[in-house]
């Protein structure tokens, strides 16, 4: 699990439940949260450690490593898409 606070009224956290990396986040200073589904991920035994890191309440990155490395996703929409980035950034250098 890590969780990320970009403000006093901003949090987002993650965790592995039933198999599947969940991401919750809170616009109330952790009064209450939301449970999002985060981007597909695999269990990789108990080195399964997905980091988040976010500027805002909208904005957040996921580094979630597995078996072919460690796989990047962002979203820009409070957590409702996530999109794989690490694919893009490898392909233009």
């Given amino acids: 699990m890590s969780a990320s606070f970009p403000s006093t009224s901003a ?12 991401v ?5 200073g952790g009064r209450s949260w939301t449970a999002l589904r985060g ?3 695999r269990e990789r035994g108990n080195c399964f450690s997905p980091q988040i890191q976010t500027v805002s309440s909208a904005r957040a ?3 979630i490593p597995g078996d072919g490395g460690t796989a990047i996703y962002a979203t820009t929409d ?3 898409s ?12």
């Fill in 78 to 80: 409070s957590g409702r």
């Fill in 61 to 63: 990155w996921l580094a």
């Fill in 39 to 41: 981007p597909a991920a």
């Fill in 24 to 28: 919750y986040r809170s616009v109330n």
């Fill in 11 to 22: 949090g987002w956290a993650t965790a592995l439940r039933n198999g599947h990396l969940v």
């Fill in 82 to 93: 996530w999109r794989r980035i690490d694919h893009a950034a490898s392909r233009g250098a």
